[in-house]
């Protein structure tokens, strides 16, 4: 079982929908979590974290924690065709991130 | 003024050689990384330091040597490169406390080995 799996896509939506991710994670040690996002060519930029269960907004995103069920998500509302790059989960076992090997999003105008 | 920065941007060479990939934050950070993305954008960790010191070495060729002059940076020497060495290279830092365990990354080290 990989550490993280994360849906590799293309995951496609139209202009103003909501785009969800999803990412689910073997190490019941993870804390906290982590959701970057990776433009064609440039370096990872970090988006939000969460470490508690539930959700978390800021602004169009919304992280979702589920330690339990060793779930974590990434909704983004009203998508525009700038949030189209490749978005990756990390959980944070033991001080160091894990990257899954993420979802590409589009999105199209 | 750039908060992790790496050099060069890219790297052509050949088979044999031997290359060093330099790195430096500025933002004040204790902890430095390595990390490869291969061909699939998988990214994977390598090496981390904290104030010098390594704490992670992942299951790398000993070809990949890092060093941590000082807390600020932290260089990959990379002996006899071979075709699989051939990836993105991206350096790291992070802070102390839950919203410092987020990495910032550097811009990374596109490696070509022909």
């Known amino acids: 079982q990989k550490e993280v799996e994360q849906n590799s896509g293309p995951l496609s939506v139209p202009e103003g929908a909501i785009a969800s991710l999803n990412c689910t994670y073997s190490?019941?040690?993870?804390?906290?979590f982590f959701w970057y996002r990776q433009y064609s060519g440039k370096s990872p930029e970090l988006i939000m974290f969460i470490y508690s269960n539930g959700d978390k907004e800021d602004g169009r995103f919304t992280a979702q924690l589920n330690k339990a069920s060793q779930y974590v998500s990434l909704l983004i509302r009203d998508s525009q065709p700038s949030d189209s790059a490749t978005y990756l989960c990390a959980p944070n076992p033991g001080g160091k991130l894990i990257f899954g090997q993420g979802t590409e999003l589009s999105v199209k105008p | 003024d750039t908060a992790v920065s790496q050099t060069p941007k890219y790297l052509v060479t050949q088979m044999g050689n031997d290359k060093s990939i330099k790195c430096e934050q500025n933002l004040g950070h204790d902890t430095m990384y390595w990390y490869k993305q291969d061909s699939k954008k998988f990214l994977k960790i390598m090496f981390s330091?904290?104030?010098?010191?390594?704490?992670i070495n992942e299951t790398v060729p000993n070809r990949f040597s890092p060093k941590s002059p000082d807390k600020a940076h932290l260089n990959l020497h990379i002996n006899s490169l071979e075709l699989g060495d051939s990836a993105v290279y991206f350096c790291?830092?992070?802070?102390?406390?839950?919203?410092?365990?987020?990495?910032?990354f550097g811009s990374g080290t596109r490696l070509t080995v022909v």
């Open positions: 790291a830092s992070s802070g102390q406390g839950p919203a410092n365990y987020g990495y910032t």
């Open positions: 190490d019941r040690g993870s804390q906290s």
């Open positions: 330091y904290n104030n010098k010191e390594l704490i």
